[in-house]
């Protein structure tokens, strides 16, 4: 492919694509490079004006911005938030999964055990990465089911390949949303239509809101115990910056991945290879 056609790959003018959790430290990088990439972004936030600032703050390029008012628990208000942008684009080509993360009340600690783990806690994290991302396929992937195309993006984790101690119910999640990837991929491929891809990322570790607690000291900054033996499995020695997670995510956005669907890709430093010997 010649650099022109490179180019117009990750050029989305005229794409319209959902995000869920768009205020989250790495949707926010990823809806920064779709706009920068021309693409109209409809971000679904519970709370659109905190979600908004957020974003606003990180956004530059010539595509548009929407925040739709949304719930991925909530499927009736996701069809109001369809509506709203199909009212304000017209189509959408593409849904991101965004929408996730933890609960401190459903990780184990030395205060607190895992038969000890309050069942409100534990429901709350599962249906957030779980349920949360099979409500929002199924309201918008059926506008990709009805013109015959699309790309659904999930977020997976490294949790899900090799279950982390502690956070028992989210890598439990998250190993869910690996299987519902391949699942909806051979589902819409070929109930659908075969120009329907369906696939996840899966991020290693970078710093966010959700796990910012579980990997530094609050008071001081340094790396925890857990931290620190991240980074010692971690060839590449570090942290993932968000911004690194762009790549991944744009390629299979894009039709450069035409022929690539139901596969979890991981972006994690190489963690995933490294066996400790």
Not at 22 to 49: F, H, K, Q, Y
Not at 135 to 146: D, H, I, K, N, T
Not at 233 to 249: D, H, K, S, Y
Request: charged fraction near 20%; include cysteine; proline fraction near 4%.
């Amino acid at each position: 492919m010649n650099p022109k056609k490179l180019t117009e790959a990750y050029d989305f003018t005229g794409q319209s694509i959902v995000i869920t959790g768009g205020g989250g430290v790495l949707a926010r990088e990823i809806v920064r490079a779709l706009i920068g990439c021309n693409g109209s972004v409809a971000v679904i936030a519970r709370d659109p004006a905190k979600a908004g600032r957020a974003i606003g703050e990180a956004s530059q390029g010539k595509g548009q911005l929407i925040v739709v008012k949304g719930d991925v628990l909530d499927r009736e208000r996701l069809r109001q938030a369809k509506d709203e942008i199909l009212n304000q684009f017209g189509t959408i080509d593409a849904l991101v999964n965004a929408a996730g993360g933890n609960n401190p009340r459903a990780t184990t600690s030395k205060s607190l055990s895992f038969f000890d783990l309050p069942e409100e806690a534990l429901r709350s994290v599962l249906d957030l990465n779980l349920l949360g991302t099979i409500l929002p396929s199924q309201v918008f992937g059926r506008v990709m089911a009805e013109k015959g195309s699309g790309v659904i993006l999930n977020i997976s984790s490294m949790a899900a390949f090799r279950p982390l101690t502690r956070v028992t119910v989210y890598s439990a999640a998250k190993a869910g949303i690996d299987n519902f990837t391949a699942w909806l991929a051979v589902h819409m491929a070929q109930e659908c239509g075969p120009s329907i891809r369906v696939n996840a990322v899966a991020p290693g570790f970078f710093l966010t809101d959700q796990n910012r607690f579980l990997l530094t000291e609050k008071e001081t900054g340094e790396l925890t115990e857990r931290g620190r033996k991240i980074i010692g499995q971690t060839p590449m020695g570090r942290f993932g910056e968000p911004a690194e997670l762009l790549g991944a995510v744009l390629w299979l956005l894009s039709p450069l991945s035409s022929f690539v669907t139901g596969i979890v890709l991981p972006v994690d430093g190489g963690f995933g290879a490294y066996s400790g010997v």
